[in-house]
């Protein structure tokens, strides 16, 4: 049965935090996840410890983390821990960085950085012993480990996640993309000896419900803005063949990028985002709308629909989902 989650930007106070924490749960949400971009928005660990206290079953974590800015055990203790203040809840999703990287004018981790880094953090929440720049160490208090999700768009990246991750992060809704990202996580599955169907497979995007689809897009078009960072880098790092059109057409008239305006309704940095990419990348329109794309996405694959609540009227369409969306696939 396939799941729903949410991400929150910390841009926000706590109290209105946990009560949409709370609200997402009782709407039969099983999973909360929050950015971690140290830079812009208020550091993601304290507000996923109050989601922790303030909920009953819903899983958590950071959407995503990297393997740079804090050093990878520091990030395994800070997981560990809220497995304890949580009861085992907490999750780890984590890229090779973008924004908390390159606001600060660096470029994100390696692939190999990454791929040590999952095992680092996974290894420490178990409460394993490992060896880490040539020293043994252990969280002799941890136990448990934390599931891995690896965020991904390019064919190296998403191997990666196939071979070492519990799942994969999707940052779009466009299904022929996602069955694009698919083949190659089953790829790297298929060269570690591991069974590609155990591994979750996500979908993260905005939403926006209106019949008047001209608002709805101008809502969630800050978002194929966002995902642009990424393909402009792989862009710089594969031959035109080796990427979809449908990834990378779209970034011809990309001027540029603020990070300062980063995901934000509204912003400039989405000026240049066709109407056609914004109904493939997010989901727009009516509830009735909104299943068929689901329908279409969990056909594919797609195990969790993960909503960026960040367009404003989060309440409302945590209300409308909880009502109308999530019991049709229930």
């Keep these: 049965m396939p799941s729903f989650g949410f991400t929150l930007k910390p841009d926000m106070g706590p109290d209105r935090l946990v009560d949409l924490a709370i609200r997402a749960e009782a709407a039969g949400f099983k999973y909360g996840w929050s950015f971690d971009s140290h830079v812009l928005w208020q550091e993601p660990y304290p507000l996923l410890t109050l989601m922790a206290v303030n909920t009953r079953a819903m899983r958590l974590g950071t959407l995503v983390t990297n393997p740079i800015v804090r050093d990878p055990t520091v990030t395994a203790s800070l997981l560990a821990t809220l497995n304890i203040v949580s009861r085992g809840r907490m999750d780890l999703g984590i890229g090779r960085g973008d924004s908390s990287r390159r606001v600060l004018g660096k470029r994100p981790a390696t692939m190999e950085r990454l791929e040590e880094a999952v095992h680092v953090i996974r290894s420490l929440t178990r409460g394993e012993e490992i060896a880490y720049d040539g020293v043994r160490i252990r969280f002799s208090w941890a136990s448990g480990g934390v599931p891995a999700w690896v965020a991904g768009y390019g064919p190296k990246v998403l191997r990666v996640a196939g071979r070492i991750a519990d799942g994969v992060i999707l940052q779009f809704a466009d299904p022929d993309l996602i069955r694009w990202c698919l083949g190659f996580v089953r790829e790297g599955a298929e060269e570690a000896g591991r069974d590609f169907g155990k591994i979750e497979a996500m979908s993260a995007a905005p939403v926006w419900l209106a019949d008047d689809l001209a608002i709805a897009r101008d809502r969630v078009r ?57 109904d493939r990348y997010c989901i727009v329109g009516s509830p009735a709308e909104h299943r068929r794309r689901l329908e279409e996405l969990f056909d594919l694959g797609v195990t969790q629909f993960n909503i960026y609540l960040m367009c404003g009227e989060e309440e409302e369409t945590l209300k409308v989902y909880g009502r109308e969306i999530l019991p049709r696939f229930q």
Aim: no cysteine.
């Design 222 to 278: 800050w978002f194929p803005a966002l995902v642009s960072n990424h393909v402009v880098d792989l862009v710089s790092r594969y031959k035109p063949e080796e990427l979809p059109a449908g990834l990378t057409a779209y970034i011809r008239n990309r001027k540029g990028y603020d990070y300062r305006h980063h995901a934000e309704v509204g912003s400039d940095n989405a000026a240049f985002v066709p109407d056609e990419i914004v």
